[in-house]
């Protein structure tokens, strides 16, 4: 059974940079698509985007100014960047892998990883 | 965007009810429907896709029916770990969106 498991900073100062990177166990990134799901009161589950394991990306038009996704299938990781971040982009930071045959679905999910953003 | 709407927000049962969560669509959508449970520190778990196939591993009391643009979510019956919140996903286009999703509590 994959596994998937995000890291990186709980804390984020207005305006900066999130970067978050999720580690894949597991299984291969191969023939997926790697995507980036929030959570927070105010929205709900937010769709941020994805990237296929060959580098293809798609991201949510609400974020896509200023988001990108990276993958390093070498190493099993990939990456979410979110500029400029603002108390909206505090949430609950989920890596997902899409499952895309026969019907797409998030198959597999991490754990969450709270990131608040405060100065 | 495809809008979800979700009800109820919240329902209250007790262990061995039949429990039924709908999800509507703001338009056809093929039957590319999801549905999830997400529980505190614990991974969001995939139950349903395509309105009615059952993910492996998951308990058949789970079950998902479509008619038009109206998904329903049925478990029966309602077992203690069954206690979380389910949301509905639309899967036909991006940009991919959930409905607000429904607490299940005593």
């Known amino acids: 059974q994959v596994q998937l498991q995000e890291s990186g900073p709980g804390l984020v100062k207005p305006s900066e940079t999130l970067s978050l990177t999720c580690t894949v166990s597991?299984?291969?990134?191969?023939?997926?698509?790697w995507n980036w799901i929030r959570q927070s009161p105010e929205k709900g589950l937010e769709w941020i985007g994805y990237?296929?394991?060959?580098?293809?990306?798609n991201y949510n038009p609400s974020l896509m100014s200023r988001v990108s996704i990276s993958i390093d299938t070498s190493n099993n990781q990939f990456s979410l960047n979110l500029r400029s971040v603002t108390a909206a982009d505090t949430a609950m930071y989920y890596c997902v892998r899409l499952f895309s045959s026969g019907g797409s679905r998030f198959d597999n999910w991490g754990q969450g990883l709270l990131v608040t953003v405060s100065s | 965007d495809i809008q979800m709407t979700q009800s109820p927000s919240s329902l209250s049962a007790s262990v061995g009810d039949r429990v039924t969560i709908s999800c509507r669509t703001s338009q056809s959508i093929g039957g590319y429907l999801n549905w999830y449970q997400l529980k505190p520190g614990k991974a969001p778990r995939l139950l349903i896709f395509v309105a009615s196939n059952l993910q492996s591993g998951v308990p058949g009391r789970f079950s998902g029916s479509v008619s038009g643009t109206d998904f329903t979510l049925t478990i029966s019956p309602l077992q203690p770990e069954d206690f979380a919140t389910y949301y509905c996903q639309q899967a036909y286009e991006t940009p991919y969106t959930f409905g607000q999703g429904t607490k299940v509590e005593i």
């Open positions: 990237m296929y394991y060959s580098g293809r990306t």
């Open positions: 597991g299984g291969s990134m191969n023939n997926y698509y």
